[in-house]
Every structure is written in C-alpha cells, then in structure tokens.
C-alpha cells in the first residue's frame, strides 16, 4: 500500500489542523492506520491509530481531548484533526499501516510526512 500524507501547515497556538493520509489500492480496510510524528533531534513517536473497521482507536496521552483519528474506507483515507494545537505538537508527522493495531513505531508501511508547525 502506498500512503501520500497531506494537510500539514504553519498554524498559531490554539489553532486547528486536519491532516488526510490517501492509500492507493483497494486493500485499505484490510489495514490498521496510525499517525506518528518526529520532532528535529527527537525519536519518531506514536500519536495515534485505527483499526481496520474503525472501532478501536489509540492515543497518546499527549493529545487525548485534542486530536482525533478518524477514516473513511469508501475514500481510503485517514484524518487527523487536530485541536488546541501547542507549539510541542511541531513536528513532521507520518501516516502509517499495517495489518495489526499497536502502539509502536515499527510499522510496516509509512507515507513521506507533512509538517506541523505551531507558533506561539
């Protein structure tokens, strides 16, 4: 599967982002998605994830309130909306999917990254 990240941008403190992750293919439900992020000289970190159906979603704790992780499988797309934006959510984030739903960074397929970047 082939994942294509979008939606990244300059936004001050407070402010709200969507991110969309488009995948080719016609195999997308088959896939758990997730969304990381990696800030400059940091490790690449879990932000959130999705089942294959939608019903199970993880979070870590520092955006529980403020993101959302959603998907459309009739679209073959993943969102990100993110809410009350702080200048520590800047970063690069990545789309991700695999087979399986987890919390770690070891996933199978990843998309090429848009930035976020919140001034404050």
């Known amino acids: 599967v082939q994942l294509q990240a979008s939606g990244g941008g300059l936004v001050q403190a407070e402010g709200s982002l969507r991110l969309s992750c488009a995948a080719s293919?016609?195999?997308?439900?088959?896939?758990?998605m997730g969304w990381f992020r990696q800030a400059p000289g940091k490790e690449r970190e879990f932000v959130a994830t999705?089942?294959?159906?939608?019903?199970?979603?993880n979070y870590a704790d520092f955006v529980k309130g403020r993101f959302t992780i959603s998907r459309d499988n009739a679209k073959n797309t993943v969102y990100l909306q993110m809410n009350s934006l702080k200048p520590e959510d800047t970063a690069v984030y990545y789309c991700?999917?695999?087979?399986?739903?987890?919390?770690?960074?070891?996933?199978?397929?990843w998309g090429q990254g848009t930035q976020v970047t919140v001034s404050s």
């Open positions: 991700a999917a695999q087979s399986l739903i987890n919390t770690g960074t070891d996933w199978k397929y």
């Open positions: 293919g016609r195999t997308f439900s088959r896939y758990a």
């Open positions: 999705i089942s294959r159906g939608g019903g199970i979603l």
